[in-house]
Structures are given as structure tokens and as C-alpha cells.
Nanobody
Framework: QVQLVESGGGLAQAGGSLRLSCVAS????????MGWFRQAPGKERMVVAA???????YYTDSVKGRFTISRDNAKNTWYLQMNSLKPEDTAVYYC??????????????????WGQGTQVTVSS
């Protein structure tokens, strides 16, 4: 059974940092696409960043230069380092996993497995 478990969310002040982790179990994930999404209250779930099996990374414009996605295949874990946080980064963050080939990395339909979500709150 595939399972993704996020951790690292919490409360931060504007300008601060948080690091999210996602540990995957149930199969090997080294050859797949790993991503982070977020959903703010009243808004739809949107992609934040993704990292391909070969290390290629993608970011949505609003987090470029502030967030960094990385992965440790040996640990079946991927991370989202969030720096220079802003109140508008407040959301529930979800990790997700999908096949190495398929549709756009931005599309939630690209991903087969999802974590339960972790709350990130940034105060001004």
C-alpha cells in the first residue's frame, strides 16, 4: 500500500522559513515525479513545485527564488524548503507522486498518490 506522509508544517512569521518533508512508502519512487501542492481556504489546490526523477525542478512563479524542492531517493523522501515566507503562502500543503512521464507537472491529474496535508500558517 502506497502511503505519503508530510511533516514540517506549522506557524512562521513573514520572512521566516519552514521545511516540509514527505516520506513515501509502499514502492520505489526513485523513477517518478514528486510534487508539492497547496490549498488556501476557499481556493482550489494549486501546484507549488515538482521534481523529476532526474533532478529537474519546476516552480510556480509565485515561489521562484524563495522555495526549493529536493529529493533523497535513498530515503524515499522529498522536501520543500520555504524561505522568505509571506502571509499569502498560508495554506495546507500536500505532497504528491506521479509517473515520470505523462501530462503537465502542473496538473493534479498527473499525480496518483497524495499525502494527507500539513498546515502552514504565515503571520504578518
Amino acid at each position: 500500500q502506497v502511503q505519503l506522509v508530510e511533516s514540517g508544517g506549522g506557524l512562521a512569521q513573514a520572512g521566516g522559513s519552514l521545511r516540509l518533508s514527505c516520506v513515501a512508502s509502499g514502492r520505489t519512487f526513485s523513477d517518478s515525479l514528486m510534487g508539492w501542492f497547496r490549498q488556501a481556504p476557499g481556493k482550489e489546490r494549486m501546484v507549488v513545485a515538482a521534481i523529476q526523477w532526474n533532478g529537474i525542478t519546476y516552480y510556480t512563479d509565485s515561489v521562484k527564488g524563495r522555495f526549493t524542492i529536493s529529493r533523497d531517493n535513498a530515503k524515499n523522501t522529498w522536501y520543500l524548503q520555504m524561505n522568505s515566507l509571506k502571509p499569502e503562502d498560508t495554506a495546507v500543503y500536500y505532497c504528491a507522486n506521479g509517473p515520470r512521464n505523462g501530462g503537465s507537472w502542473r496538473a493534479s491529474s498527473r499525480y496518483d498518490y497524495w499525502g494527507q496535508g500539513t498546515q502552514v500558517t504565515v503571520s504578518s
